[in-house]
């Protein structure tokens, strides 16, 4: 430790700003859509589906858009686009290949729609939970994915590391592991199950990619990504880059074996589900490490961390996060398993973390990034801004404890042994709430859009020259 | 310390080894240990379904031949992960919370040891109710009224309607009656324990 790693020599010629716009302006597209399948998905739940008879838009080939469209069409999207602008900044190093790089952007934008296509139109689809892109795709994400890996992530850093020789900073570690895993983790969970393992042990195995796409992709992503944002928006060095490092190994090494706890109780020999157990309650360890890191660096920005916007962002998620790692803390127990397993008790802590976190933190860095993109001063509306975060976390909010509550609801329901349907009229109210609350976050949504939009193309002066960040290990 | 933070430590520690020994562990071990669990006597029991009296007679009008039964079961299966039936039923039975008076006998590994369960469909989320133990919970009718519009059975469904398992004249098209054949196999296997007592 010790050195200070300082990025102010970087030239930002090695940014390719058109592709960063691209991946993300798709990644809003792809977003739209999948709030739009969300919330007809959960029209169905109070017997208002509109399209209910129309066989292409059947809800269940609905719900897998959202599902995936969340995951791959934003999530993944928006933060390979976000990289694109993180790592030649941390490295002092383009991508491999300009080409390359605009041959990936298309690919994936590709993928994503003949997935969707082929769900919608054709029914095609795996029945492996967030793996569910028709199979005959699989390998071509599987061939993206290792282009990205290795044109964008894992070459530029590992040409610093050995030209440089000096060490990576924090989030180029977790950019290195996150790609290292999701390859492998896809042909893991897409191929093994779905061709050679049967049964509970390819239960096991879903189980593990599952998990491993939240847990070895999105979550070491995101976070890189604000060990990034947060420095650089307070001109405040990391607090400590030694607890950093804490918290990057422990997460390492304890993901991985957590994939389990999605089948807990299920014929999956008991040990491996003891084990999975086990794990999650260390990944508390990570938790509370890096959420004080960042606290203590929030500290040193005083008021900044509510008054600039992508700080307030990226305090929202970070909020979710805690609380959604609290309640995982409960739920991860067979106790409270018994009680809420398969209950919307699970798709609020999914909402909340996906949406309330991850999702947040992307809005937070696009917030700092967007106008800088398009050498703009400004947003073109503020006020635009602030709308879409207030609708957006209070509608985060408001769904996660209806759903919550209704979960508790249905599970209480079922174990008294009443009959199926009063778990369904029990949950009404619940379902009634997260509807409107959809409302809320679509009408969030869109302000936002606009704004992109706006900002975009109205005409504007130059931004100001970037300031100087202050990254320090 | 230091070493920890160079590319080659993270990308093959963190990256692969820990990644691995994950894999040993949620992967190929139970893989071998379900491996040598015997799966379901005589491959998956088709015959002993099809030809007792067990299966309502329909299902012998419309196939004639086992083979053709299989095929239809197969087929059904193929809708069931098409329309992600599998996203709002799950098909396992918990040793808690109740389930074995509500749906039947826990499930066992050898259950699923066999080529109908390459996925497997677990499920994560109970919208509607477990579907392991489905084989004699209705009538082939009721299936047939139930999936066109499951609120002229159950007023309460959200459950949605299936249209398109239909031909125009309102009778089961092949879809129809190859997902009625599959979710009136499912469980099946274990038709002579006793029933759950307290049945949804
Ligand atoms: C230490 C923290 C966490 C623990 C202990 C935990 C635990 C769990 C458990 C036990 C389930 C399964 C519940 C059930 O089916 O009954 C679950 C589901 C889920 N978790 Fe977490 N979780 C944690 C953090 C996260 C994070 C950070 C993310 C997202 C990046 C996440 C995303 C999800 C999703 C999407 C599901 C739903 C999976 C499905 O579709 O069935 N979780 N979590
Ligand atoms: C308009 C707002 C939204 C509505 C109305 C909505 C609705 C729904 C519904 C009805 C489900 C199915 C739940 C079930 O099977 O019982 C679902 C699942 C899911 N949604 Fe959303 N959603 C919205 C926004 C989002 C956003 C923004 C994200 C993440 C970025 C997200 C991530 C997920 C995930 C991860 C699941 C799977 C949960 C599980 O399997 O446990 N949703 N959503």
């Known amino acids: 430790m010790g050195n200070t790693y300082s990025i102010d020599t970087v030239s930002a010629g090695h940014v390719n700003y ?28 109070i017997r208002n589906y509109p399209f209910a008879g ?43 290949s300009q080409k390359v790089g605009w041959l990936a952007l298309i690919v994936w934008n590709l993928i994503i729609l003949t997935t969707v296509i082929g769900y919608l139109f054709f029914g095609q689809m795996q029945a492996i939970e967030w793996g569910e892109t028709p199979t005959w ?89 604000m060990y990034y944002l947060v420095p650089v928006v307070l001109q405040k060095p990391i607090f400590s880059h030694k607890v950093s490092l804490l918290g990057f190994w422990a997460l390492a090494f304890l993901y991985p074996l957590n994939g389990a706890h999605h089948y807990l109780f299920s014929p999956i020999p008991m040990w491996v589900q003891s084990l999975s157990i086990v794990s999650s309650v260390g990944v508390h360890l990570v938790v509370y490490t890096v959420i004080y890191n960042f606290l203590q660096t929030l500290r040193q920005g005083g008021t900044d961390s509510y008054t600039k916007l992508p700080l307030r962002w990226f305090v929202a998620g970070a909020i979710s996060y805690l609380l959604t790692c609290m309640q995982c803390a409960l739920h991860v127990t067979l106790t409270v398993q018994e009680h809420v397993h398969f209950t919307d008790w699970v798709v609020g802590h999914a909402h909340f973390v996906m949406f309330g976190t991850f999702s947040f933190f992307v809005f937070g860095f696009v917030t700092y990034l967007w106008p800088r993109l398009w050498g703009k001063s400004g947003w073109w509306s503020d006020s635009l801004n602030h709308w879409a975060f207030w609708m957006m976390a209070i509608g985060n909010f408001v769904m996660w404890t209806s759903l919550m509550i209704g979960g508790l609801i249905q599970g209480a329901s079922w174990m008294a042994l ?19 609350t959809g409302v809320g976050i679509l009408l969030g949504y869109s302000f ?16 100001p020259a970037m300031a100087r960040p202050a990254l320090a290990m | 310390m230091k070493i920890l933070e160079k590319f080659s430590a993270v990308a093959t520690i963190a990256g692969f080894s820990f990644y691995a ?29 099809f030809l007792p009296k067990t299966v309502p007679v329909d299902f012998r009008d419309k196939y004639k031949t086992l083979a053709e039964y299989k095929a239809a079961i197969d087929f ?39 080529e109908m369960n390459l996925p497997q469909l677990f499920g994560t989320r109970r919208v509607g109710p477990d579907l392991t133990r489905e084989w004699n919970k209705h ?41 009625t054949a599959y979710v009136m196999w499912l469980g099946s296997w274990r038709r002579n324990e006793a029933p759950p007592a307290t049945p949804h």
């Open chain 1, 18 to 45: 058109a592709r960063v716009r691209l991946w993300l302006a798709t990644s809003f597209f792809w977003f739209a859509a999948a709030l739009l399948a969300g919330y007809a998905y959960s029209l169905q739940f």
């Open chain 1, 54 to 96: 129309i066989e292409w838009l059947s809800p269940g080939r609905v719900r897998v858009t959202h599902t995936s469209g969340v995951a791959f069409g934003f999530l993944v999207t928006a933060t390979i686009g976000l990289m694109e602008y993180v790592i030649p900044k941390l490295t002092n190093r383009p991508v491999l």
């Open chain 1, 137 to 225: 795709i699989d390998p071509v994400v599987l061939l993206a994915l290792a282009i990205v890996a290795v044109n964008n992530v894992l070459g530029p850093i590992l040409k610093f590391s050995l030209e440089s020789g000096r060490g990576l900073y924090v989030s180029l570690w977790y950019f290195t592991a996150a790609f290292v895993w999701t390859a492998i983790n896809y042909f893991v969970g897409n191929f093994l199950p779905q061709y050679w393992v049967p049964g509970s042990a390819g239960a096991s195995l879903t189980s593990m990619y599952i998990h491993d796409l939240v847990g070895l992709y999105v979550t070491p992503v995101g976070w890189g990504l």
């Open chain 1, 418 to 436: 009443e009959p199926f349907t009063k778990s369904i009229t029990a949950s009404e109210p619940y379902w009634v709430t997260r509807s409107i």
């Open chain 1, 448 to 463: 936002f859009a606009v704004n992109l939009y706006k900002t975009a193309t109205t005409r504007g002066e130059k931004a």
């Open chain 2, 21 to 49: 020994c994950a894999f040993g562990l949620l992967g190929v071990l139970p893989w071998f240990m379900t491996n040598r669990v015997a799966p379901i006597k005589g491959g998956l029991d088709f015959d002993a379904v």
């Open chain 2, 76 to 114: 059904g299966r193929k809708n069931y992960i098409a329309e992600a039936c599998w996203h709002c039923h799950t098909q396992y039975v918990r040793p808690v919370g109740n389930e074995v008076a509500r749906y039947g006998p826990v499930s066992e590994n050898w259950e699923y040891q066999n």
């Open chain 2, 139 to 179: 009538n082939i009718d009721w299936h047939f009224a139930h999936f066109r519009n499951p609120q002229d059975v159950v007023p309460e469904s959200v459950m949605p309607r299936y249209d398109w398992f239909y031909d125009d004249k309102g009778k089961p098209n092949d879809r129809g009656w190859a997902i």
